[in-house]
């Protein structure tokens, strides 16, 4: 397999893994939510989390960071979580199944 097919398959097991973590204020996973803003991987173990939270006050910022890198290193790799505070997020940033039940329609 080539190297980018690698990163590829890699890249879908991390998202596999990021859709499984639920914000537990608003009962949605990462992804869905657009808490994600973006994933390099690096040396095929190492993947860099750009990520935000729905307020930088966020009291479960810390829980979800742990469970990141824990569930992470289940899978067989190393997670490092940088925090992105621009562009703040907003319900707009989250799949439409959660704007509607945010009622954003």
Do not use: H
Request: glycine letters at 6%; one cysteine or more; proline letters at 5%.
């Amino acid at each position: 397999m080539s190297k980018t097919g690698k990163i590829e398959n890699s890249r879908e097991k991390i998202i596999d893994v990021l859709q499984s973590i639920v914000d537990p204020e608003l009962k949605f996973n990462l992804i869905d939510l657009g808490l994600i803003y973006g994933i390099t991987i690096k040396n095929d173990d190492l993947a860099i989390i750009e990520m935000t939270l729905t307020t930088p006050a966020c009291p479960f910022g810390d829980y979800l960071k742990n469970q990141v890198v824990q569930k992470m290193a289940q899978k067989g790799y190393r997670a490092s979580i940088n925090w992105v505070w621009s562009p703040l997020w907003n319900p707009e940033m989250a799949t439409d199944e959660i704007k509607d039940r945010f009622g954003l329609w």
